[in-house]
T-cell receptor
């Protein structure tokens, strides 16, 4: 079945550091890939997505590129802020499927 | 416009009791999903409704769990004879229902269920 594996957390960085959160997936066909974020006390919200190979999703300074050859969708940001502290979830939706399959989540803490 | 709303926000119940959780999707969204977020299992899919089609119940963990969607809008998730392992945050999401496997799902704030 489809699955998502993402970088173990928690991750702690200083403000303005470079961020990478690794995400790899297993799926047949051509899934759509998503990063969702959950800020403290808030609900899950979409951060970015990519629906086909080589697409780059971007939002709020975050980027992720859909790499089919390495089955990866790593999340990156060049300079993190304290306000980026949250739990980040990588997810996929299988081709023709209607349910999201989530990774285990990575808690990110940014210190000033 | 209004987002997905869920009620109650918190529910404490005793083992063996039945509970009902409600979800109001975004107006105009025909697809509705229930997920569960728990410490041990992470985020897992429960059930999916799309228009008038039969729901995909493949994620329901036991026959104590059921859900319905009335009039293509509001949905209720019912857990009968609750167990302590049912304690979790129950999340509802909705999407337009046009390009399902590529669509953004919009999540509600969740219902935090605690079974004592």
């Amino acid at each position: 079945g489809n699955s998502v594996t993402q970088m173990e957390g928690p991750v702690t960085l200083s403000e303005e550091a470079f961020l990478t959160i690794n995400c790899t997936y297993t799926a047949t066909g051509y899934p759509s890939l998503f990063w969702y974020v959950q800020y403290p006390g808030e609900g899950l919200q979409l951060l970015l997505k990519a629906t086909k190979a080589d697409d780059k999703g971007s939002n709020k300074g975050f980027e992720a590129t859909y790499r089919k050859e390495t089955t990866s969708f790593h999340l990156e940001k060049g300079s993190v802020q304290v306000s980026d502290s949250a739990v980040y979830f990588c997810a996929l939706m299988g081709q023709g499927a209607q349910k999201l399959v989530f990774g285990q989540g990575t808690r990110l803490t940014i210190n000033p | 416009g209004a987002g997905v709303s869920q009620s109650p926000s918190n529910k404490v119940t005793e083992k063996g009791k039945d509970v009902e959780l409600r979800c109001d999707p975004i107006s105009g969204h025909t697809a509705l999903y229930w997920y569960r977020q728990s410490l041990g299992q992470g985020l897992e899919f429960l059930i999916y409704f799309q228009g008038n089609s039969a729901p995909d119940k493949s994620g329901l963990p036991s026959d104590r769990f059921s859900a319905e969607r009335t009039g293509g809008s509001v949905s209720t998730l019912t857990i009968q004879r609750t167990q302590q392992e049912d304690s979790a945050v129950y999340l509802c999401a909705s999407s337009l229902g046009i390009l399902l496997s590529q669509e953004t799902q919009y999540f509600g704030p969740g219902t935090r269920l605690l079974v004592l």
